[in-house]
């Protein structure tokens, strides 16, 4: 029963190197979402995708970019790390439609610090 | 746009306390709304959820009903025990069935 796995759990990377979190989900889910988690706060929503083949921007996507080139991954990629990235970044899938619609199933979170 | 307006913590309680977590939302039509709850060092995980107005949303002993009267969606619990513990998340979809959007969370410590 893996669901949705994040690598890596930690990183830490200095001001303006670039990284790529990795995401996978066995569930045969259509929809995949990233969110970022700061210290204390809520989720804010960076990128989503509906399918295969298409992403979409979230609410705070400025700095991040992503793929989903596969059902199964959908990697998250920084190109410019900067402190203002430090934080506990989410994977979540879900079937996306009809009565499922919402229920997202989450990875463990990959905390990232950047210095 | 649409928004979702969540009750602040810290909340503390003592164990079999009556437990209410207020939740309002700002949106077009009456979408499905959730309830997730993250228990330490963990991600989040659906609690409950209500797909339509007057729905009685329920796990674990917890209870929220969609109220599109007051746009609310409360979170309670007649009893909370030691191992509720933990942040409680409202959520709905924000534009689009797609796009599911969170509250600001509420952190929930039960005294023994």
């Known amino acids: 029963n893996a669901g949705v796995t994040q690598t890596p759990k930690f990183r830490i990377l200095k001001i303006g190197q670039s990284m790529t979190l990795q995401c996978t989900q066995d569930?045969?889910?259509?929809?995949m979402y990233w969110y970022r988690q700061d210290p204390g706060m809520g989720l804010k929503l960076i990128y989503y995708?509906?399918?295969?083949?298409?992403?979409d921007k979230g609410e705070v996507p400025n700095g991040y970019n992503v793929s989903r080139s596969t059902t199964e991954d959908f990697p998250l990629r920084l190109e410019l790390a900067a402190p203002s990235q430090t934080s506990v970044y989410f994977c979540?899938?879900?079937?996306?439609?009809?009565?499922?619609?919402?229920?997202?199933?989450f990875g463990e979170g990959s905390r990232l610090t950047v210095l | 746009g649409n928004s979702v307006t969540q009750m602040e913590g810290p909340v503390t309680l003592s164990e079999e306390a009556f437990l209410t977590i207020n939740c309002t939302y700002t949106a077009t039509g009456y979408p499905s709304l959730f309830w997730y709850v993250q228990y330490p060092g963990e991600g989040l995980q659906l609690l409950l959820k209500?797909?339509?107005?007057?729905d009685k949303g329920s796990n674990k002993g917890f209870e929220a009903t969609y109220r599109k009267e007051t746009t609310s969606f409360h979170l309670e619990k007649g009893s909370v025990q030691v191992s509720d513990s933990a942040v409680y998340f409202c959520?709905?979809?924000?534009?689009?069935?797609?796009?599911?959007?969170f509250g600001s969370g509420t952190r929930l410590s039960i005294r023994p």
């Open positions: 995708s509906v399918g295969a083949g298409i992403t």
């Open positions: 209500a797909t339509k107005a007057d």
């Open positions: 979540a899938s879900s079937k996306g439609q009809g009565e499922n619609t919402g229920e997202l199933f």
């Open positions: 569930m045969n889910h259509n929809y």
């Open positions: 959520a709905f979809p924000y534009s689009s069935a797609s796009k599911i959007i």
